[in-house]
């Protein structure tokens, strides 16, 4: 397991399909999601499906240079659409498990694979193949609080 991480973007938006837009902090409602964001609201592309992991949604900046690295797709961060970058945790170690960041508590409900919606939504082929296995965490609010940019993020331990 990593020792930690860092909290390194914040991206939101209150429309389905419309552009992310980088904050550096945000505060997060418990049970709800980040306030200001489309799936807080309920508004979101995926909102009226049912399951965990509708919250907030996270991506390693490791898994962006990868894709930026292997040249075969552009690729910026929020492009990605997941609301929060982490640095230096590794994101699947924290399926079923609860983490911080900073004051937040989350839970790290599953992964959150790349869709044919955000291939099509950015107009960029290469998209879906080029997030494979690497697309970030579904997770859901424990504790609410305000998360800022810089924020350690780390798994709690396990009872």
């Known amino acids: 397991m990593d020792r930690g991480g860092r909290l390194v973007g ?3 938006t209150a429309g389905r399909g419309a552009p992310m837009r980088a904050r550096s902090r945000v505060r997060v409602i418990e049970g709800r999601g980040l306030d200001g964001d489309r799936y807080a609201a ?3 592309t995926y909102s009226a499906r049912a399951g965990s992991g509708r919250a907030v949604t996270l991506i390693a900046r490791e898994a962006v240079r990868a894709v930026a690295d292997e040249g075969r797709v552009q690729l910026a961060e929020h492009e990605t659409r997941r609301n929060l970058v982490t640095e230096g945790i590794d994101l699947p170690d924290l399926i079923g498990r609860t983490f911080r960041i900073g004051d937040v508590v989350l839970f790290g409900a599953r992964p959150c694979p790349p869709c044919g919606y955000l291939e ?9 193949r080029a997030l494979a296995e690497r697309g970030g965490l579904r997770a859901d609010v424990v504790l ?9 993020v780390a798994a709690l331990p396990t009872p």
């Open 10 to 12: 914040i991206y939101l």
């Open 42 to 44: 309920g508004t979101g």
């Open 120 to 128: 099509r939504l950015l107009d960029r082929p290469g998209v879906w």
């Open 144 to 152: 609410g609080g305000t998360l800022e940019l810089g924020a350690a």
